[in-house]
């Protein structure tokens, strides 16, 4: 006789960090197709979806409610989102190939890291006590460090869009600008560009220590 009190599939995915998780999904299309047309609706959508990114975790250990599928929903929602915000700057700022770049380490770091992750047999991305460097356990360890610091990105690629006032737009022009503009800017920006700076080589360490745990994966198999 089958065991009753096995979860079943739909349980799963209408845990409430799941559900939590299909919203994101609806605010992120509600807000890319109208990116152009209301900027500070967009503005909205896209910053409450990604502060529903720290309700679904709370969700999650508050009701015993944590899924693999929860994790990868979490993940791929977010770094979808990221990259579909860098390829709409690509398009506003020039050089573009600077947020095509940054795309591409963002979607790397992460795929690899939470490939890595099962292939050892760890049970979450985020276990990284085992890791040399110090930045990179920091960041993970803490929550608040690691909340700064996707905050900083996010916010940063969030202000650079209401910056623009074309598709031509310099990069550096519009920085420059609004760090002239008022004291209150430049303190902002100071603050969200260092952040920024902080998760973008947190990125790089992810993805050199997910390749490394991979390359380690074959060789001790070899043996």
């Known amino acids: 006789m089958a065991d009753k009190t096995r979860t079943k599939p739909v349980n799963v995915y209408l845990y409430i960090p799941n559900i939590i998780g299909y919203l994101r999904i609806l605010m992120n299309c509600v807000a890319f197709a109208v990116c152009f047309a209301d900027k500070k609706l967009f ?65 790397s770091s992460h795929w690899l890291q939470m490939y890595s992750t099962f292939l050892v047999g760890k049970t979450s991305h985020k276990d990284v006590k085992d890791s040399s460097s110090w930045l990179f356990k920091l960041y993970y360890g803490n929550r608040m460090f690691m909340g700064y610091c996707c905050v900083s990105c996010e916010v940063l690629y969030i202000t650079l869009f209401l910056l623009a006032r074309n598709q031509t737009e310099s990069l550096i022009d519009v920085l420059v600008n609004a760090a002239t503009t008022s004291w209150i800017y430049l303190v902002l920006l100071a603050l969200l560009l260092f952040g920024w700076a902080i998760k973008q080589f947190v990125n790089v360490i992810q993805m050199k220590t997910a390749a490394d745990a991979c390359v380690l994966y074959d060789i001790n198999k070899k043996q």
Do not use: H
Not at 80 to 105: D, E, H, K, M, N
């Open 43 to 107: 503005s909205l959508l896209y910053f409450v979806s990604f502060v529903c990114d720290a309700l679904d975790g709370w969700f999650a250990r508050k009701f015993n409610q944590a899924s693999t599928f929860g994790a990868v929903l979490d993940m791929v929602t977010d770094r979808v989102s990221t990259a579909c915000l860098l390829v709409i700057l690509s398009q506003v700022y020039r050089p573009g190939l600077v947020f095509l770049s940054l795309l591409a380490l963002d979607i």
